[in-house]
């Protein structure tokens, strides 16, 4: 069973991620051509299977379990960073981009502690 500050982290984590996803859909509902209004989509994808495993972890219900969803999220964390990248790239606005990017890389150092 994972520990209090366990589940915290994936609380935290997935709040994080939501709240990246919620300011990529916001980009995506301004954007002004189809290019731009894909790669957002893409980009929620990405985010969007990344919480599904986080949930998965988070709704663990043996060790062995955890271990294993914690260990597929942590493999993973790469992958977000690169999406950070993108996502600098996507974005118009330096301020939002800054934002999602900052939610992301909180959601990485909190995984990294499970």
Not at 8 to 25: C, G, P, Q, V
Not at 61 to 77: E, H, K, M, W, Y
Request: cysteine-free; overall charge negative.
């Amino acid at each position: 069973m994972p520990t209090l500050t366990q589940q915290t982290n994936i609380a935290n984590a997935i709040a994080a991620i939501r709240a990246a996803e919620e300011l990529l859909t916001q980009q995506n509902r301004v954007a002004t051509d189809v290019l731009t209004s894909i790669k957002l989509t893409n980009e929620y994808n990405n985010l969007d299977s990344y919480l599904s495993q986080l949930l998965h972890a988070q709704n663990s219900a043996d060790d062995v379990g955890f271990a294993n969803a914690t260990a597929a999220l942590q493999s993973q964390a790469s992958g977000l960073q690169a999406d950070e990248h993108a996502i600098k790239a996507i974005v118009g606005d330096f301020q939002t981009a800054a934002s999602i990017i900052s939610y992301i890389s909180q959601a990485v150092t909190l995984i990294a502690k499970l």
